[in-house]
């Protein structure tokens, strides 16, 4: 019988997201998250659907930190380059475009510790990808608020209900609107007036890669950190706050609340920087920075979530919950030889075009 293989995969994209659904089938008792709900119903038999491959059939309690041991302690930085490994990962690109970059972590039980990069310091426009400091920024406001409790977290985030309104515009990503009481079901894009709790904005940004619930959640953060203890403020009091609050204030307060996690766990200024929000709207109110990322970067954010450390072991097995998809697979991901596979997935876009006679421009057209 062949032994499973378990390995840290960062898969970047440069085409556009499609819809992806994440975090385990059974999570909706703990989450609220309705869309689980219906997965749940589906995965029974007690609703038309299609199920998830095998590896996406996995309960809440699959769901482990996989170096969280002496293992992961060695792991505090990233090893030396593997010399035979190295020699393997290079021989995937002789012929391929010099700007392809890669970091890749074995932590095959029972083997060593093999690792190898090929342009890991380059910077890149980490698109959707970057919605990965603010989930990382959202646990760290939730530890700050309810620093030995995070049954305080789960019950804020169930609670807290948003209405979309003009953060969330414009955008496009469609996100999974399920209603409880009359089943309908719909895959569309946020418009003003919807209503979803915390909980499931996260699920948006992370598993439909929404930029309208990107800019929310980074939102709620920027309304966590100012009103601390007093969080949630009444809608007069967060018109307020954004309505008073000097720009160049909200931007120091913007880029602190999703950039600093990622210097908590040993990522420098110079590899990566969430700097401005995922909607014009966002962009308008909060003044920001470029946005940059490394591979080595993101394979550090990795190690960090595997051991425990991103935040703190709760929300580092959460946001590795958020990251696991139950739906389609696409790119990469969609390999047969995955189907049995637990896949832990976030890919970024940026799609551009130069015009050219005789070509038409459009999405994976090159």
Not at 19 to 29: E, H, I, M, N
Not at 256 to 279: C, H, K, M, Y
Not at 341 to 354: P, T
Request: charged share 25%.
């Amino acid at each position: 019988m062949q032994k499973p293989i378990y390995k840290l995969l960062l898969i970047l994209s440069l085409f556009a997201s499609d819809f992806l659904q994440a975090y385990p089938y059974d999570g909706y008792l703990i989450t609220g998250i309705r869309r689980l709900l219906r997965l749940q119903l589906v995965m029974n038999g007690e609703l038309r659907g299609t199920k998830p491959p095998s590896g996406g059939q996995k309960s809440i309690g699959d769901m482990l930190l996989n170096l969280q041991n002496e293992r992961g302690d060695s792991l505090a930085s990233l090893p030396p380059v593997s010399e035979d490994f190295q020699k393997k990962i290079d021989a995937l690109f002789p012929n391929r475009d010099e700007s392809y970059s890669v970091s890749v972590l074995e932590v095959t039980p029972g083997k060593p510790v093999r690792y190898a990069e090929r342009q890991a310091d380059r910077e890149f426009n980490p698109g959707s990808v970057g919605k990965l400091a603010i989930a990382a920024g959202l646990f760290t406001e939730l530890q700050r608020l309810f620093p030995d409790a995070p049954e305080k977290r789960i019950e804020l985030m169930r609670n807290r209900v948003i209405i979309a309104d003009q953060w969330a515009m414009p955008n496009h990503h469609e996100v999974p609107v399920y209603n409880v009481e009359t089943k309908a079901f719909a895959v569309r894009a946020v418009r003003i007036g919807d209503t979803f709790s915390l909980y499931e904005w996260t699920d948006h940004m992370l598993s439909a890669s929404s930029n309208a619930a990107a800019s929310t959640v980074w939102k709620e953060m920027l309304l966590m950190r100012q009103f601390g203890e007093n969080y949630p403020p009444s809608l007069e009091q967060e018109a307020e706050f954004f309505k008073n609050t000097r720009k160049d204030s909200l931007k120091i307060m913007a880029l602190s609340v999703v950039n600093d996690p990622l210097r908590a766990v040993g990522i420098t200024e110079n590899e990566w920087q969430l700097g401005s929000f995922f909607t014009a709207t966002g962009q308008n109110r909060v003044p920001g920075a470029r946005s940059y990322a490394t591979p080595r970067a993101l394979m550090k954010f990795l190690v960090a979530m595997e051991r425990g450390k991103l935040v703190d072991s709760w929300s580092s097995l959460e946001i590795k919950r958020m990251l696991y998809l139950t739906a389609r697979r696409i790119r990469y991901a969609a390999s047969p030889r995955l189907d049995s596979a637990k896949v832990y997935f976030k890919s970024g876009s940026l799609y551009k075009c130069k015009k050219e006679e005789g070509f038409e421009c459009g999405k994976y057209r090159g």
